[in-house]
């Protein structure tokens, strides 16, 4: 495939020239929400940024298998609780809900939340609860290559083993063995089972209180949470597959223990490029659900909150579209903070781009104008937007070159710029170029638009009508293009003749 995409692989630490392990295919996991509450917006960020990620892919002419799991069992309570619960178990007994209705609740607003985003939806999305076999094999597979031990019902995995056998635990978050071997982990109840604090539980056996156990050869119990990402990556993507994807705050523990059962369980590396997107600050500090020890309170913002202006943090409401586009301003892999100021130039910036992309799609181009510097210069820029893209996926970059483009089309508007210096296959790529960018990669819509959804495609046939009736009158066809008018007309769409071409508004 001819491209020139770049990643920056988190397990080397440079960027590496993107070779997918089957041409013309990726297989990439990203590491979906935990369906014990409602998603913030920290988790929505890096949901949106391998958003851009897999569109792209799709965009270069890769058929991407997109699997994002649902984690719906086995993510334990942070280190301070003493007696480890799944967060899902915990939060279900505590509300008095069946563990099934508290996940549905929330993944059905997590979809909902996406939509608003406007996310496409992965191509596989698998629940940890609906994979328990294949955990269940994995912990088998796992003991019977002697990288784990069974106590009292519980299993472990053998840490000081691995790390003596493969040399890669640490590499990806950067921790110094040592560092390892004397941290603790999240499943503190049965640390003195363990033969080393370093081991972590791979399957945990459950009393009766704990509502979401399920039978095994060692114990009734629930998988540890790493296992269930090892167990489906493998299942959908294969034992070795292209990208994998997650917040960088999952580096460690998380990703590093997946690493391991794969290799305890297979034998060998899953990942060829590891990505991990960053967090997002609220006001500087990262936002998270959990309380501040010291405040008692969180720092953090849900979706809705701020779609809705139903909060105490920011001045007005910004529109999901706003939200989207002012993630897209910063690269995946730096921090974002978000600021009141920096959302009142996200919308500003927002509206700008999709008002020269209207006028634009109503533009006509000279008809023979002949490729001049101006045309020379245009065609460059679209390339630069490439270039950009594949340096990492650089959507910060790209939108800046975007951005030039934007004064040269408002400057060609106004009349400020000669057309007839911009060939006719220029004028058209540059159309081509924004509709991609804006609905297909960066996935925008114009909110302030009927029918928004289908913008993209709107706007295309609009352009395809408006270039046949353009036609039409060339060859003076005039009952062809009073026709097209007409008919136009009849669905309440105004086509506008000017000297710069022809745009069309809806409902007036
Ligand atoms: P969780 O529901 O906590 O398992 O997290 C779901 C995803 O959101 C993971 O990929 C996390 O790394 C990511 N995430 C959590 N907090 C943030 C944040 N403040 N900024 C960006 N991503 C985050
Ligand atoms: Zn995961």
Known sequence: MEHELKIYNSLSRQKEPFEPLHEGYVGLYVCGPTVYSDVHLGNC??????????????????KVRYVRNITDVGHLEGDTDSDAEDKISKKARLEQLEPMELVQRHTRSFHHILGMLNTLSPSIEPTATGHIVEQIQMVQEILDNGYAYVKNGSVYFNTPKFIKDHGVY??????????????TRDDLKNQDEKNDPSDFAIWIKADERHLMRWPSPWSVGFPGWHLE??????????????????GMDLQFPHHENEIAQNYGACGCMPVRYWMHGNMLLLNGKKMSKTPDPETGKSNSITPVELFSGENEIFSKPYSPMVVRFFMLQSHYRSTLDLTDDALLAAEKGFRRLMEANKALQGMASAGKGQEGPLGKEIQKLIGQIHEEMNDDFNTPRALAVLFDLVTKINSLKDGHLPMDQISEETFNRLKHTFRNFIYDIFGLKDELEAGAEGNGLAEGLMQLIIDIRQQARASKDWATSDKIRDALKELDIVLKDSKEGTSWVKGQ
């Open 45 to 62: 960020r890096t949901f949106v940024s391998f958003d851009v990620i897999y569109r792209y892919l799709t965009y270069l002419g890769y």
């Open 170 to 183: 640490g590499k990806l978050s950067g921790k110094r063995v040592d560092d390892l071997l004397s941290e």
């Open 229 to 246: 990402c090892s167990a489906m990556s493998t299942k959908y993507l294969g034992k070795q597959f292209d990208i994998h994807g997650g």
